[in-house]
């Protein structure tokens, strides 16, 4: 049985789009973009104010995490939920939250 909490989604693809959306695949095969230009005013992300710094991105081999030049790196967990609640629109019922975990 998949205990969501232990599960760590592998990104396999990504590719930087206009505006800072930032396009991924995962071992799943969910597949989605997301927007990344929010993160522009904080610390290393302020290097993506030069937009071909964003389009450097890759997914790093090893830790099939999305990775750019500089030591970014953001949680494949956090990316993979953004992805399926916006492909998904059923998990926006009740607010937006997680259902509750089933034991």
């Given at each position: 049985m998949k205990d969501g909490w232990n599960?760590?989604?592998k990104v396999t693809a990504c590719?930087?789009?206009d505006d800072y959306k930032l396009w991924l695949r995962f071992e799943d095969g969910l597949e989605g973009s997301v927007f990344l230009g929010n993160l522009l005013e904080i610390g290393a992300f302020q290097l993506w104010r030069d937009v071909r710094e964003?389009?450097?991105v890759s997914v790093d081999p090893q830790t099939a995490t999305v990775t750019w030049e500089g030591g970014i790196r953001l949680d494949p967990?956090?990316?993979y939920h953004?992805?399926?609640s916006r492909t998904n629109p059923l998990q926006?019922?009740?607010g937006?939250?997680?259902p509750?975990?089933?034991g």
């Open positions: 599960e760590m989604h590719k930087a789009e964003f389009e450097k967990d956090i990316l953004d992805v399926a926006h019922v009740g937006g939250n997680p509750p975990a089933v």
